[in-house]
């Protein structure tokens, strides 16, 4: 597993004064295989990063740990220089950090700023369809991901669904976006599409963390 900055450019001065994420010594075991072994790297603000690895290579386990879900057996994580404990996305979500993995997770029978709606109160959010549906317009103008938020989720492509997700996490004010192998089922143009969106992200200070097994 290695990690990667795509689109390199000289560092801007927000990014060389600290890194946004920073991991130090970090150990995760399962039953009969270690899959982090003492692991440390420096994420900094307003890049694009990749974690390389074959299957198995411990990336999505290294994602879960920064999204909440696996907490690891030793080592420490780090937020913009502070030291944090992340038991649960609620709490990635606190520090910034939000996930777009490779499954869309959205009600098919919903529409788009319903389903998005309903996400912002699992995070202790609370935002009205309306209002949710104007930020839809307003951000899909932003950053060139036109979706109809009174369209029924069921009716979207696997593409768009992925494009509802990148704007669920605008929504949820975050920092670093993380994608776990979120590249992997779409057609080479909506690839390019998506690549379009990290670039203009990072250029408004934004920071990419791609999971994949492959550089695009």
Not at 54 to 81: H, R, W
Not at 88 to 96: I, L, T
């Amino acid at each position: 597993m290695s990690i990667q900055s795509f689109f390199p450019s000289k560092r801007d001065e927000l990014s060389v004064l600290s890194p946004i994420i920073s991991v130090r010594n970090l150990w995760k075991s399962f039953p009969g295989v270690v899959a982090l072994k003492n692991v440390s790297l420096d994420i900094f603000p307003g890049e694009i990063h990749a974690i390389l690895g074959e299957n198995g290579a411990g990336k999505s386990t290294l994602l879960k740990i920064l999204y909440g879900i696996y907490v690891p057996d030793k080592g420490e994580l780090f937020f913009e220089g502070k030291k944090v404990v992340l038991t649960s996305p609620q709490d990635a979500v606190k520090n910034g950090l939000v996930l777009v993995s490779q499954v869309p997770q959205l009600v098919d029978s919903l529409t788009i700023a319903e389903n998005l709606s309903l996400s912002l109160r699992q995070f202790s959010y609370v935002s009205s369809v309306k209002k949710v549906s104007k930020f839809l317009l307003e951000k899909g103008r932003e950053y060139g991901v036109r979706i109809d938020p009174d369209i029924e989720a069921w009716k979207l492509s696997y593409t768009q669904k992925q494009l509802v997700e990148i704007l669920r996490a605008l929504l949820l004010n975050a920092r670093v976006i993380a994608f776990d192998e979120a590249t992997t089922l779409l057609p080479h143009a909506e690839k390019e599409r998506l690549y379009e969106f990290m670039k203009l992200f990072k250029s408004k200070g934004g920071t990419i963390l791609l999971v994949t097994h492959k550089i695009p």
